[in-house]
């Protein structure tokens, strides 16, 4: 679990610091306690496997969070659940919050496979081709595969990306470099 | 919300939905509208009651299909009522996110070019938004009218219902607002943020509840005109 990357960012600095000495003495995990700045300068290449926010930092980098709900723990005071986000309580005794913690692991990698938002080359490739303005027998014929492949592929990049238009589609590969 | 009827006051309708402060403004009922009922308002304005509570329905509850009201409605009103509605589009909201994107823009580090794409991927959904507009003044509007003339004295005619379709400015306008909350990235001035994802929330959301007066309303009207001829 040494390769595990956990991030924490939070304005309580004990919490943090508490979350922190937990992963560290219960799991053997050296934690990172993030700065404001994190989400800024974050770097795509290095995707942590977990996160845990409070709801201050999590509102103002919703447009972060959202796509890493699956990875994303809500540190809470009590225990409202969240319809989008798991949850921890940061009041619970430390046996709880250890159990709790151990729940994350198991699922976080699951959904990291499962659903993880990052396009696979393919879905690039064709991304690439629609924002070229190719049809779907272009596409099709290019990468050499069938015409409802390159539907399956359409269908999964609008509900990664949640974006259905082909203009929209087009924008989004040129502010990614696609094109 | 229950539906709207008569004896409703109009307070109450904009406190339970604010947004029919623009669905008012284009009847030329303004704010400061007392205790007044429907009723009251539609006689000192002079506009039919029927007709008026049909589009606030309409407008406000997404379940409400107005088939047997439309009978008695006169296209022009219809007409008259998109027509205001098309230019405050023109006129207020477009211009103002426009402003809101330049701010934003001029407070954004230069680095950051995601939200210059933005702005270009809105200056395209405009552009849509403003040859309906025009197609809408120039040629549909006008054929409905004439249409009408033609018919007069052969009312009622028979009205089919029509299905709701996919509108693409709204799936853009869609989009854009995905791409603002979801891929948004580097460092941007948040109030500013805020300013323009609120104002295209609110354009989303206007042209959603009046595509379904266009769409449930004048669309199976202007069907039947063409029909009789």
Redesign the interface.
Same mark, same amino acid.
């Given at each position: 679990m040494s390769d595990f990357n956990v991030i924490i960012l939070t304005h309580d600095t004990l919490n943090a610091i508490g979350l922190r000495s937990i992963f560290e003495n219960s799991f053997g995990i050296s934690a990172y306690i993030a700065d404001e700045h994190y989400i800024d300068t974050f770097n795509t290449t290095k995707e942590p496997h977990l996160f845990f926010v409070d709801s201050l930092s999590l509102v103002a980098n919703l447009g972060f969070f959202l796509p890493r709900r699956a990875k994303t723990v809500l540190l809470t005071n009590d225990h409202t659940p969240s319809d989008d986000f798991r949850t921890l309580c940061v009041n619970d005794n430390e046996s709880d919050i250890i159990n709790i913690i151990n729940t994350f692991f198991t699922i976080g990698n699951e959904v990291e496979k499962n659903t993880t938002n990052s396009l696979s080359q393919r879905e690039i490739e064709v991304l690439r081709l629609i924002a070229a303005g190719k049809i779907n027998k272009e596409i099709a014929q290019e990468l050499n595969i069938s015409i409802n492949t390159v539907l399956s592929h359409r269908k999964n990049l609008t509900s990664k990306l949640v974006i259905k238009s082909i203009s929209g589609l087009t924008f989004y590969a040129m502010m990614n470099g696609i094109v | 919300m229950t539906l709207i009827n008569k004896d409703t006051k109009l307070c109450d309708i904009i406190l339970q939905e604010p947004s029919t402060i623009t669905v008012l403004d284009r009847f030329g009922i303004s704010l400061g509208v007392g205790d007044a009922r429907i009723s009251d308002a539609c006689h000192e304005h002079d506009i039919d009651v029927n007709f008026f509570t049909t589009i606030l329905n309409t407008y406000i509850e997404e379940n409400y299909f107005p088939q047997t009201a439309l009978l008695a409605f006169s296209a022009s009103k219809i007409i008259e009522y998109l027509a205001k509605t098309n230019e405050y589009y023109e006129k207020n909201v477009i211009p103002n996110i426009e402003r809101h994107f330049a701010f934003l823009i001029n407070k954004t580090p230069s680095q950051n070019?995601?939200l210059v /794409?933005?702005q270009?991927?809105f200056a395209?959904v405009k552009t849509e938004l403003l040859q309906r507009i025009d197609d809408d003044r120039n040629k549909w509007f006008p054929t409905i009218a004439l249409n009408e003339m033609k018919n007069i004295g052969k009312m009622p005619y028979p009205v089919k219902d029509t299905e709701d379709f996919n509108d693409?400015i709204e799936? *853009?306008i869609?989009? /854009?607002i995905?791409? /603002?909350?979801?891929? /948004? *990235?580097?460092?941007y001035d948040?109030n500013l943020g805020y300013a323009v994802i609120t104002a295209i929330f609110s354009l989303k959301k206007d042209i959603k509840q009046n595509n379904r007066i266009r769409n449930r309303i004048l669309m199976p009207i202007s069907q039947a005109l063409s029909c009789k001829l």
């Open positions: - | 070019s995601n /794409l933005m270009q991927f395209e693409p799936e *853009k869609d989009d /854009l995905n791409m /603002l909350i979801m891929h /948004l *990235k580097g460092e948040h």
